[in-house]
């Protein structure tokens, strides 16, 4: 089992639908977890910040973090054209800064 | 802002050559790394470094070396190119510190190995 699954789509919705994505993980030591955006030839960059279980919302971003499940999502709301883009979950043991797991990332497009 | 930026964008390079990337980043972060990002594969850690002179290997180090000279700057080094080689690689940096710091990546360079 790898130790970040996620499902690479690609995802195509029409522009306002809500959208959610996922990952799953193996290792329980995971407690920092990270969602990442990237654009068509650009690098990552940092989107969503939760440490442990619960909820985060910032905008029509909301992150949420099932540490029970090892399960892990991210819901843009009212999708906008500008959030297509492939989106990238990380998480690490000891916080953002240190190594970093990905999962392989998921391609996001909202249709006008 | 964090700026960290990558001396090429593209870069086509013959099996056998030496290959030099590199990165710099402006604000004055202790870590960096170097990721290569491959479809279906995502991105996978190759080397990183805490401080100056300073490496350690990631999951995928083999057919690479890195240098860090001074802090700004971590250097990837591909000591033969082969085709496997061909990828996107993406350097990222990041403060020492508490768990709320986290990686900026700068922009990628594509590299063809013909």
């Known amino acids: 089992q790898k130790e970040v699954e996620q499902d690479p789509g690609p995802l195509s919705v029409p522009e306002g639908a809500i959208v959610s994505l996922n990952c799953t993980y193996s290792?329980?030591?995971?407690?920092?977890f990270m969602w990442y955006r990237q654009y068509s030839r650009k690098g990552p960059e940092l989107l969503m910040y939760t440490y442990s279980s619960g909820n985060k919302e910032d905008g029509r971003f909301t992150a949420q973090v099932d540490k029970s499940s090892k399960y892990i999502s991210l819901f843009i709301r009212d999708s906008q054209p500008s959030d297509s883009a492939t989106y990238l979950c990380?998480?690490?043991?000891?916080?953002?800064?240190?190594?970093?797991?990905f999962g392989k990332g998921t391609k996001l497009t909202v249709n006008p | 802002d964090v700026k960290v930026t990558q001396s090429s964008r593209y870069l086509v390079k013959r099996t056998g050559e030496k290959v030099f990337l590199e990165c710099v980043q402006d604000m004055d972060h202790e870590n960096m790394f170097w990721y290569r990002q491959d479809p279906g594969l995502g991105l996978r850690l190759i080397y990183f470094?805490?401080?100056?002179?300073?490496?350690e290997k990631g999951d995928i180090p083999e057919g690479y070396s890195v240098s860090r000279e001074k802090k700004e700057r971590f250097s990837l080094i591909l000591e033969s190119a082969s085709t496997n080689q061909t990828s996107m690689y993406l350097c990222?940096?990041?403060?020492?510190?508490?768990?709320?710091?986290?990686?900026?990546f700068g922009p990628g360079t594509r590299l063809l190995v013909l």
């Open positions: 990380a998480m690490s043991p000891q916080g953002g800064s240190e190594k970093l797991v």
């Open positions: 290792n329980s030591a995971f407690q920092y």
């Open positions: 470094s805490y401080d100056v002179k300073m490496k």
């Open positions: 990222a940096s990041s403060r020492w510190g508490g768990p709320q710091e986290t990686q900026y």
